[in-house]
């Protein structure tokens, strides 16, 4: 019953991934040489009717520390179809797959431009603690009356998160394990990975927070090891 309701699970968020992605007017797309490399490029695209045009250049980027793994959502049960490390809380990687891009949000600056931002102060944390049932989600902890994690990230103390875009992995649904607090966000530099997050230098994020300005950006994420964007490219219908 666990396998069956798991392969239940995936088949559903591989089905409503590749919906994002069909119906998303922009894309992220970061590729790295393989799974275990830090150092990738970033590519932006707009959709037009039904091709891909790429806006600017590539931007580098740097992805979690020990590479890239595979969203447990999108690979767990298809092991044949997603060769490759799947990705748990604490593994130091990236997820790899198709990922809704949400709101944006830092503390470093005027944001009166700026549609779909939350500011980061000195209560807002997001939840690592996979006990507890406000895991992978970012709260104010001013305003819960239930406390019950004893690990997060306090947001306002990160510098390097004075601005970021939130990576909507394993939020809607949320599975314990699967991993959390998953951002784009402004790097150390090339070669310094992340827990688990994309990073880049702060002018090209800024840059890209302001082309997904929008209530509803209709954003995706796309990130895979080269090989694996080479072969799921048709399928996916990437550009």
């Known amino acids: 019953m666990i396998l069956l309701a798991t392969l239940s699970v995936s088949t559903h968020a591989q089905s409503q991934q590749k919906s994002d992605l069909r119906h998303a007017t ?3 797309l970061v590729t790295t040489r393989d799974w275990n490399s830090v150092n990738g490029t970033l590519t932006r695209y707009s959709r037009h009717g039904d091709k891909w045009k790429q806006v600017g250049g590539p931007i580098p980027v740097v992805v979690g520390k020990n590479g890239l793994a595979w969203d447990p959502q999108l690979a767990n ?4 179809q997603f060769n490759g490390p799947v990705k748990h809380e604490g593994d130091g990687r990236s997820p ?14 005027s944001t009166s431009d700026i549609q779909n931002y939350r500011p980061i102060t ?14 992978a989600q970012i ?26 875009i939130v990576v909507r992995h394993n939020m809607s649904p949320t599975v ?45 994420l796309v990130q ?7 072969r799921l490219k048709a399928n996916w219908k990437l550009p």
């Open 122 to 135: 000195s209560t807002t944390e997001c939840v690592d603690d996979v006990s507890s049932k406000h895991y």
């Open 77 to 80: 049960g298809h092991a044949k």
């Open 96 to 109: 790899a797959g198709i990922f809704k891009l949400g709101e944006s949000f830092g503390f470093a600056g």
């Open 139 to 164: 709260v104010d902890r001013s305003s819960i009356n239930d406390v019950d994690w004893n690990s997060s990230e306090k947001m306002r103390d990160i510098d390097l998160y004075r601005w970021g």
């Open 26 to 28: 922009k894309l992220i």
């Open 176 to 220: 314990p394990g699967y991993g959390s607090c998953i951002f784009l966000h402004i790097w150390r530099g090339a070669g310094q990975g992340t827990a688990g997050c994309t990073a880049m230098p702060e002018a090209n994020l800024l840059d890209i927070i302001h082309w997904l300005n929008s209530k509803a950006p209709n954003a995706v």
């Open 224 to 230: 895979l090891p080269r090989s694996e964007y080479q």
